[in-house]
């Protein structure tokens, strides 16, 4: 069983910066693609998916960003950790969401996609 647990969330002021973690256990990490998401709440209570915002291939070596997370976000890995990170600099009001991280084993592909597992998400929130 693979289980992904985030880490780092937590209240920052605009401008400032976070860095998520995503520690996964179970499985082969090192040949896992692994992505970030978000969701706000207002959308979750519209039932809406989680917004995409990148990908890392199992070696690193490819990264995908969405628009949202393109100039102020960074995705990394450490596989001798097992986990994955998520910097993101400064932070905007709007940015204010739960973050989750998703994995799945196509460890080559950074495109967006249904991943096969998800962490329980970590709260962000930027203040003004």
């Known amino acids: 069983q693979v289980t992904l647990v985030e880490s780092g969330g937590g209240l920052v002021q605009a401008g400032g910066s976070l860095r998520l973690s995503c520690s996964v256990s179970?499985?082969?990490?090192?040949?896992?693609?692994v992505s970030w998401h978000r969701q706000f709440p207002e959308k979750e209570r519209a039932g809406e998916e989680r917004?995409?915002?990148?990908?890392?291939?199992?070696?690193?070596?490819?990264?995908f960003y969405a628009e949202p997370a393109r100039g102020r976000f960074a995705i990394s890995r450490d596989n001798a950790k097992n986990t994955a990170y998520l910097e993101m600099n400064n932070l905007k009001p709007e940015d204010t969401a739960v973050y989750y991280c998703?994995?799945?084993?196509?460890?080559?592909?950074?495109?967006?996609?249904?991943?096969?597992?998800w962490g329980q998400g970590t709260q962000v929130s930027v203040s003004t």
């Open positions: 917004e995409f915002l990148g990908c890392i291939s199992w070696s690193g070596g490819e990264k």
């Open positions: 179970g499985g082969s990490f090192s040949t896992y693609a």
């Open positions: 998703a994995a799945d084993p196509n460890g080559e592909y950074v495109t967006p996609r249904r991943f096969d597992w």
